[in-house]
């Protein structure tokens, strides 16, 4: 069975889909049956060129990549997480709608590259280097077995997790 995990930032433009596009990439890689999703409680309607451009360069696929609202992922009908992960401040302070499977909240919480001084360069580098640190999470989760960990086992292993 499938685990699903959402990764939730404020404009879903940078953070989060720099999460989903190596979540799916390193569970493709490792065999295993992970599906990440981001979405954003006020979407910016678009990505940021430098997220693409790193996950480009580290093999990932960015063609089905989309900023979304969380709210594609509201409701009975949509796909149960097992996980939800924020990787901003301000959407770890929000109120999160319900989402079907009552799954395991987390905060993994990242400076925005976006606002990386340095010109483009500095941009590029800072976009970079939040993608390996995702990715070095991302690696820890997928070592763990969590198709059968109860939900309290999960929430302290994330939580150590995002103290790495």
Partial sequence: ?????????????????????????LARKAGRDVRAYSAGSAP?????????????????????CRSKSWDEFVGE??????????????????????WPGSPVKVHWGYPDPSNAPGGDEGKRVAFELTRQALAYRLVQLLA???????DSELQAALAAISES
């Fill in 1 to 25: 069975m499938t685990v699903n995990v959402l990764i939730l930032c404020t404009h879903n433009s940078a953070r989060s889909v720099l999460a989903e596009g190596m979540l799916n990439h």
């Fill in 44 to 64: 910016s309607g678009r990505l940021n060129p430098f997220a693409l451009e790193a996950l480009a360069n580290a093999g990932v696929d960015v063609s089905a």
């Fill in 77 to 98: 009908d949509k796909p149960a997480m097992r996980i939800v992960i924020t990787v901003c401040d301000s959407a770890a302070q929000e109120a999160c709608p319900y």
């Fill in 144 to 150: 763990l077995p969590i198709e059968t960990m109860a």
